[in-house]
């Protein structure tokens, strides 16, 4: 008998499942693991993710699992677009029509380039950043825990053996993408985040000066 999508889902699980509501939580984990993961964490180059990626049902877990973040009054003010497939080069044509009618004395290697944008990676997640007028809670901290998803997808992808690069650039500020997204409202791109297998091993690159960004508040 062959086995169902649902059965081959759960066997192959990489996270426990979420407590119940109202389940008594730990309010600290010490785990050596998870600190050489944040302390040796590192976005990979984006011309050197490629296959494979994520499998449909190994990514709607990294997505329950991006989720998990701080969310003030449990607004979720987040949503996720997920470009698989033949959808990256199908948006990448939509993205390249945006660019020969927006970007001014548009090449064919701007089109090319715009076309192409998606199919970088196997795998492509728009994080949008959605935020609900509920009249008490600011939109800037919405969009500071769409922020949160876009890390917190980075880091369920390496925690799972997947590399990732989180980006922006031109179509995540460009008002016909938005268009093309479906973003309405005050909607915004948080982020694309590109997933897959790195074909290198990206090299450690320079890290902030701490005595530099470090002040302790005093009267």
Known sequence: M???RAYVAAMTKRFPPAPAIGTPMLATRPSAEARQLLARRRSAGKHFISEPGPT????DELLEIA??????????PWRFIVFEGDARADFGQELARIRGETLEDAESQDLMEAAGLFLRAP????????PKEDGRTPIWEQELSAGAVCYNLLLAANASGWAGAWL???????????EA??????ERVAGFIYLGTSKIDPPERGRAC???IVTRWSR
């Open 2 to 4: 062959g086995l169902t």
């Open 56 to 59: 449909p049902d190994a990514l």
């Open 67 to 76: 989720a998990r973040v701080p969310d003030h009054r449990k607004l979720t």
């Open 123 to 130: 795998t492509v997640v728009a994080v949008i950043s959605s």
């Open 168 to 178: 922006s650039e031109w179509p995540a500020f460009d008002k016909q993408v938005a």
């Open 181 to 186: 997204l479906g973003l309405t409202g005050k």
């Open 210 to 212: 701490m005595a530099d």
